[in-house]
């Protein structure tokens, strides 16, 4: 993820021409694969109107002749995803909320808000950005509130937030991730026509112009042919930068990977090495002075946050500077910087999930990273019991399968604790398959409706998680823009799992996870053999592998 972008001026003309009829042709939910198609689907989700980078690809892909490659992309971006919001001021976030909740509203559409702003998020690495402190995120909450009003949304609330805490930047042995945010939306405002005066050319007729003999041609000629030499233009500047970072950085690698999950360290497996009995997690991890199934106190005001934030510059205003590893800040420094953090994820919570149109879904990591009973207690703490549940697999590529067990263990630990258990007795994703169901035929008696349920993130999983050749990397990163994946299950809601509201496209296809280096003091990614675009960019090469190697094909 990175900060929301500005979309020039001179492209304004070119997006209006092309991205309205794309976005408004969006199919709505799909059906789960099996499953035959709904006759009329309950509810349809919202399409965000893309930016200049894969409409500059179609186009040129169908010059080249590739015309099957071009439609893929064409069904990539038509199919809905989420909108990212992070880093914008209270006043514009509400702005761009609001419009785009009333959009959604007009075509009968649900938008899936993913909210990424919190203090300190990815460790300062790649995606770091965010509110200077507790104080402003509440404020930049409130004003989403305010976008959205009665409004029907779903959110994806700070992913990251739990699965990495502000303990785990640099800890040894821990994961460290972030999440790209898409590039920013094209204008908010409805087009009404196309450049020099042409009409915006609509669903099926946009598709005969763009791909008939004269694509490029008539009225778009000019505009595409002025934003390509722009996006060309970027694109060098784009490279020159990042050779110049990457040698400023040389030798000084932060240990933190934002922009996208991380892989487990080589040395330490974060669910098989850890004991069955008692699953230690970072330094403050179940609030050691506070029960677990007891949340932080929910603030009722908007006084200044905790002091101890300092590094963070909530009470100082200082702002956020090069990351400190972890490991290196004393204990109670550590377990304030957590206490911030679950405080303000309350906070949004609480905000938000009152709202008469909102279901709020906390941030639960994925099934390769934190074991059940570590990030129960996390959302127990960030409250999650105030919440519609929790999200899995943002950004990353879990397969559905693992996605689902994960999840149910998860809302099924939960359920447990709820009614008194401890977390450390609650079997794990480790555990065989035979013996868990049998302890949760015991142990959980509840209904699905009694339960939390979840959400997963599909939109890059459809070959599952990347596995690198043994030793060829330092460093695999292989949550960043590993090669040959394919998108996943379509967007849907008719699941067949009680507990899983939505399978969704949480994270934007086709947009870069950061600059890899896989070890190396770049700035070519090892694994590609190029410079990989900056988080939250279009990634031509990575989007094309999306659609060639989708499951279930497009």
């Known amino acids: 993820m990175r900060r929301r972008r500005t979309i020039p001026t001179k492209q304004m003309a070119f997006l209006a021409a092309i991205a309205l009829p794309l976005s408004t042709a969006a199919a709505g939910y799909a059906a789960a694969p099996g499953e035959p198609a709904p006759a009329r689907a309950l509810h349809r989700l919202y399409t965000p109107p893309a930016g200049t980078g894969p409409y500059h690809q179609v186009t040129r892909l169908v010059r080249h002749g590739d015309r099957g490659a071009a439609a893929g992309l064409l069904e990539m971006v038509r199919t809905p995803h989420a909108v990212w919001f992070g880093d914008e001021s209270p006043g514009e976030v509400e702005q761009l909320v609001r419009e785009t909740t009333r959009r959604a509203v007009r075509r009968g559409h649900v938008p899936v808000l993913a909210l990424y702003n919190t203090p300190g998020r990815d460790c300062g690495s790649y995606s770091a950005g965010g509110a200077q402190g507790t104080a402003e995120y509440r404020e930049w909450i409130d004003a989403v509130a305010r976008g959205i009003g009665n409004r029907r949304a779903l959110i994806v609330l700070e992913p990251d937030s739990l699965a990495l805490l ?6 040894a042995g821990g994961e460290t991730a972030g999440r790209d945010e898409p590039a920013a939306d094209v204008s908010e405002e409805e087009p009404n026509g196309a450049p020099d005066g042409g009409d915006a050319l609509e669903g099926d007729a ?72 008692a699953h230690a997690d970072t330094p403050d991890e179940a609030h050691a002075d506070a029960p677990v199934n007891t949340p932080p106190g929910r603030p009722t005001d908007n006084s200044a946050g905790n002091p101890a934030e300092k590094p963070i510059g909530d009470a100082t205003g200082t702002p956020v500077g090069t990351p400190r590893e972890a490991s290196a800040l004393p204990p109670t420094e550590l377990r304030a910087r957590n206490a911030a953090r679950y405080t303000e994820l309350n906070y949004a919570v609480d905000t938000l999930e009152p709202l008469p149109g909102t279901k709020v879904y906390l941030d639960a990591g994925h099934s ?40 149910r263990l998860i809302s099924s630990c939960l359920a447990y604790v709820a009614d008194g258990g401890n977390p450390a007795e609650c079997p794990d994703q480790r555990w065989p398959r035979l013996r868990a169901e049998r302890w949760l035929e015991v142990n959980v008696l509840n209904e699905p409706d009694e339960m939390k349920h979840f959400i997963t993130d599909t939109s890059r999983n459809g070959r599952g998680p990347w596995t690198p050749r043994a030793g060829s990397h330092a460093d695999p990163q292989s949550w960043c823009n590993p090669p040959g994946r394919g998108l996943g299950m379509r967007p849907t809601t008719r699941t067949g799992d009680p507990l899983q509201d939505a399978a969704l496209w949480v994270k934007t296809p086709g947009e870069s996870d950061g600059q890899c280096l896989r070890g190396t003091t770049g700035p070519h990614d090892p694994e590609r053999g190029m410079v990989d675009p900056e988080a939250g960019e279009w990634f031509p090469e990575q989007a094309l592998e999306l659609v060639r190697f989708a499951q279930p094909s497009l």
């Open 166 to 171: 502000p303990s785990d930047c640099g800890r």
């Open 206 to 277: 946009f598709d005969s112009r763009l791909f008939g003999a004269e694509a490029g041609a008539g009225v778009l000629g000019g505009v595409i042919a002025r934003a390509e030499a722009q996006a060309e233009a970027h694109s060098r500047a784009r490279a020159a930068r990042a050779e110049a970072e990457a040698k400023a950085r040389a030798g000084a690698q932060p240990t933190t990977h934002g922009g996208r999950r991380a892989e487990a360290p080589a040395d330490i497996d974060p669910v098989t090495d850890l004991p069955e009995e």
């Open 368 to 407: 390769a990273w934190h074991p059940v009973s570590s990030i129960v207690r996390r959302l127990l703490q960030a409250g999650v019991d105030h919440a519609t549940g929790f999200a899995i697999n943002v950004s990353h590529y879990q397969t559905d399968e693992d996605n689902a067990w994960y999840g």
